[in-house]
């Protein structure tokens, strides 16, 4: 499955995991600017995040899609083009990261990413951080899941609403 940073932040804003959007903040979560060691800590979390991961491999595939758009190069030239690309992706990489830590920071009280921290350092947290992104294979599966479609046939079904509103019958041509 190929994923582009475009479609896995639409796919984001969609289940309303945009770090800007839909925010569920704790009850406990600081009112007040984080400190810097709380952003530091969020920094850490928000770099081992799964979203962060899925935009990452997503990057990976646009800079191989980036170098065979530049045609026949020189090794020189696929030297230089792939130390633009690193160059690149570490760039807009910590700019990801420091949206989410942004995020982490004003939605988690430093507990909680103490917590966090604390869990994705332990074995478990870590294979799960490093196999999270090996799952996405598994959402080739979810092809014609619609929830909207299937609700609405079920709801016209059972209660008579929100069924499909049909067509007019096309004129019958005159000539």
């Known amino acids: 499955m190929k994923w582009s940073i475009a479609g896995v932040l639409m796919a984001m ?6 770090p800007g959007v839909n925010a569920q903040t704790s009850s406990s979560a600081p009112a007040t600017a984080p400190s810097a060691e709380t952003q530091a800590l969020a920094r850490k979390v928000a770099a081992r995040d799964d979203f962060v991961a899925m935009i990452q491999t997503a ?3 646009q800079m191989n899609g980036i170098q ?3 045609g026949d190069l020189t090794p020189e030239e696929k030297a230089k083009a792939q130390a633009i690309g690193r160059a690149k992706l570490t760039e807009s990489m910590n700019r990801i990261v420091d949206l989410f830590a942004g995020a982490y920071a ?3 009280t430093p ?3 103490k917590s966090m921290d604390s869990f994705l350092e332990t074995p478990a947290g870590l294979a799960y951080s490093q196999r999270l992104i090996s799952l996405l294979s598994a959402l080739q599966n979810m092809k014609g ?3 909207k ?3 609405l046939a079920e709801t016209c079904a059972q209660i008579g609403k929100g069924c499909p509103v049909k067509a007019p019958p096309k004129p019958a041509d005159t000539k």
């Not at 804003?13 to 945009?18: C, S």
Request: hydrophobic share 60%.
């Open 13 to 18: 804003a969609l289940v309303g995991a945009d």
């Open 59 to 61: 990057a990976f595939a």
């Open 68 to 70: 065979a758009g530049l």
């Open 106 to 108: 004003a939605r988690f």
């Open 111 to 113: 507990e909680e990413l």
């Open 145 to 147: 899941f619609d929830l």
């Open 149 to 151: 479609k299937d609700t």
